[in-house]
């Protein structure tokens, strides 16, 4: 399911060879939140994880898949009601298998909330 446009909304986008840096607003009346937690709203990890691949797929306008993840910290939580504007930064490279090696942080008033590293391939 694409999150993008539904759950949240790109509201700017600066992009250069091999990085993307983005400002995301989520709807933080969503139906996810209803789920994650009641009453203690906190954006879940695998949401986070999508809203990364859907970044990607929307610059480099193909399907990606996850391969693997060398590595997924979630440093903080991010509770929409405080505030729902997050920044993601990506940086990433093609390497000589083909595949897309990433790493991207999620940032939440200031403070790392994830830091990610890890290959998506082409689909």
Same mark, same amino acid.
């Given at each position: 399911?694409?999150? =993008?446009?539904? %759950? &949240?909304? !790109?509201? *700017?986008?600066?992009?250069?060879?091999?990085? !993307?840096? +983005?400002?995301l607003?989520?709807?933080?009346h969503? *139906? =996810? /939140?209803?789920?994650?937690? @009641?009453?203690? @709203?906190?954006? @879940?990890?695998?949401v986070?994880?999508?809203m990364i691949?859907? +970044? #990607?797929?929307? *610059?480099?306008? &193909?399907? !990606?898949?996850?391969?693997?993840?060398?590595? !997924?910290?979630?440093?903080?939580? =991010?509770? @929409?009601?405080?505030?729902?504007? #997050?920044?993601?930064?990506?940086? &990433?490279?093609?390497?000589?298998?083909? #595949?897309?090696?990433?790493?991207?942080?999620?940032? /939440?008033?200031?403070?790392?909330?994830?830091? %990610?590293?890890?290959?998506?391939?082409?689909?």
């Amino acid at each position: 399911m694409m999150l =993008i446009g539904n %759950f &949240y909304k !790109i509201t *700017s986008k600066s992009e250069k060879e091999g990085a !993307i840096d +983005v400002i995301l607003e989520v709807d933080k009346h969503h *139906s =996810i /939140f209803e789920g994650h937690f @009641p009453g203690q @709203p906190v954006l @879940p990890g695998a949401v986070m994880l999508q809203m990364i691949k859907e +970044v #990607l797929e929307s *610059s480099l306008h &193909y399907s !990606i898949r996850l391969k693997k993840a060398d590595q !997924i910290k979630f440093l903080g939580l =991010i509770d @929409p009601q405080i505030d729902s504007v #997050l920044k993601l930064s990506l940086s &990433y490279n093609i390497d000589d298998s083909g #595949l897309l090696n990433v790493i991207a942080s999620l940032v /939440f008033q200031n403070n790392t909330s994830l830091k %990610f590293k890890g290959a998506f391939f082409k689909l």
